[in-house]
């Protein structure tokens, strides 16, 4: 007799939840939490590309996946990848961003320009040959019962390299299940053969399964602070390094002036990701020194339930992190997202989540010199509309996940 998937797993087959959570980014961070509570799985570790023990930092304790495949041999395992932008991460930007901050720095300098060093430096590092080190390689494992992909990104994946897209072309074409958070990529992906199924990113979950203890979180600390400080409310407020050039952050204190004088909000600029090329501390102080005259605070908590916190309980969120706008939403709260300078709307992975899953009728991203109008727009959309939208959402991804895994 065929002994039923669901069993076959839970009985005998442990499960490794592998992603980019081996470095410090809020989705990253957030999206083990959610896919271990959906699956529930008997036994479970956590795979990265290096190790890493974030738990201080609301993470958690993180093995490098080549040696949980060494240590596991023949045994019976099931891969389950976490999701992310991870369809478009390749080695050289996957190995730079597990690096300390001064390191990476020091390595970009060296070898940017060098493209066949860059490689080799990676694939060192990395212990891996593959050119997409966020989906598992082939025959890493001696024996994989399943292989699932839930809520994978791809946006700009017709521009990468032939080689890269031919390899994750062939890595999702041997997995068991293929999911992608966006039409955008299941597009990209259905030219090149790959029948992927849309399903929202799990961290629309946030606030169904982990509300409770967030809303807990925020009575003390620096979240507490922060509403005691703030009788207004405060627009939480995010941006990756990409916005540290002096006439952007310009732009920025501008817009964010004209928000906080309209509504009398304070502002809160908080850090959603600490690893190399993600958010610059430098950057966000100069943009607080700019906004003079404007209630603001700098937020300095890493954890992933702070940051969660400050979200939840602010007016609003805006920002470049995608998965600070999900948060937001989960908490049916207004967001707006942020392109970078130059970003056509085409290569933002917000505008392409909203395009997919809906905004509650506000932009889902807008440009730099927008920004105060997309707040505005996003702060006029009503609560009911919000509320019934982060339902919706919570009860796709749970429909996704009991159709994959049961229960």
């Known amino acids: 007799m065929k002994v039923p998937e669901k069993a076959l797993r839970t009985a005998d087959c442990p499960t490794i939840l592998f992603g980019a959570f081996d470095r410090h980014n809020l989705g990253d ?52 990848h976490t999701g992310g932008e991870i369809l478009t991460c390749n080695a ?40 997409a080190p966020y989906l598992l390689a082939a025959g890493l494992f001696g024996n994989v019962r399943r292989v699932i992909y839930h809520a994978a990104g791809g946006i700009g994946l017709e521009q990468v390299e032939p080689a890269m897209r031919a390899e994750v072309v062939a890595k999702l074409g041997a997995a068991t299940y293929v999911g992608v958070r966006d039409q955008q990529t299941r597009a990209a992906l259905a030219a090149s053969g790959i029948d992927a199924r849309l399903e929202p990113d799990p961290a629309v979950m946030v606030a169904a399964l982990f509300g409770d203890g967030i809303r807990r979180r925020s009575r003390h600390g620096e979240v507490a602070g922060l509403m005691s400080g703030f009788p207004h409310g405060y627009l939480a407020m995010q941006f990756s390094a990409d916005f540290g050039d002096d006439e952007t952050l310009a732009q920025l204190g501008a817009q964010l002036r004209r928000v906080a004088r309209a509504s009398k909000l304070g502002v809160v600029l908080f850090r959603a990701g600490a690893a190399p090329w993600h958010d610059d501390l430098d950057s966000y102080r100069r943009l607080a020194a700019k906004l003079s005259g404007t209630p603001v605070a700098l937020f300095r908590s890493l954890n992933l339930w702070d940051i969660c916190a400050l979200i939840a309980c602010s007016r609003g969120f805006a920002g470049s992190s995608l998965h600070g706008g999900i948060v937001a939403g989960a908490f049916a709260m207004p967001w707006v997202g942020l392109l970078r300078p130059g970003q056509a709307p085409a290569a933002s992975k917000q505008a ?27 702060m006029a959309t009503g609560p009911v509309r919000r509320e019934a939208l982060a339902r919706e959402l919570a009860e796709a991804c749970r429909a996704s996940f009991r159709a994959v895994h049961g229960g």
Request: proline fraction near 5%; charge should be positive; include cysteine.
């Open 352 to 378: 392409a989540f909203g395009m997919t899953w809906g905004t509650a009728g506000a932009p889902a991203a807008v440009a730099v010199q927008e920004l105060a109008a997309g707040i505005e727009e996003a």
């Open 29 to 80: 961070l957030l999206l083990p939490h959610v896919i271990k509570r959906l699956i529930a799985p008997a036994s479970l570790r956590y795979g990265g590309l290096r190790a890493r023990n974030l738990t201080t930092l609301g993470g958690f304790r993180v093995h490098a996946l080549t040696r949980l495949a060494a240590s596991l041999g023949d045994t019976p395992v099931e891969i389950v």
């Open 92 to 131: 050289w930007e996957a190995a730079v961003m597990l690096l300390p901050t001064a390191r990476a720095r020091a390595v970009v300098a060296q070898l940017d320009s060098r493209p066949a060093e860059r490689v080799a430096w990676a694939r060192e590092l990395l212990g891996l040959q593959d050119c």
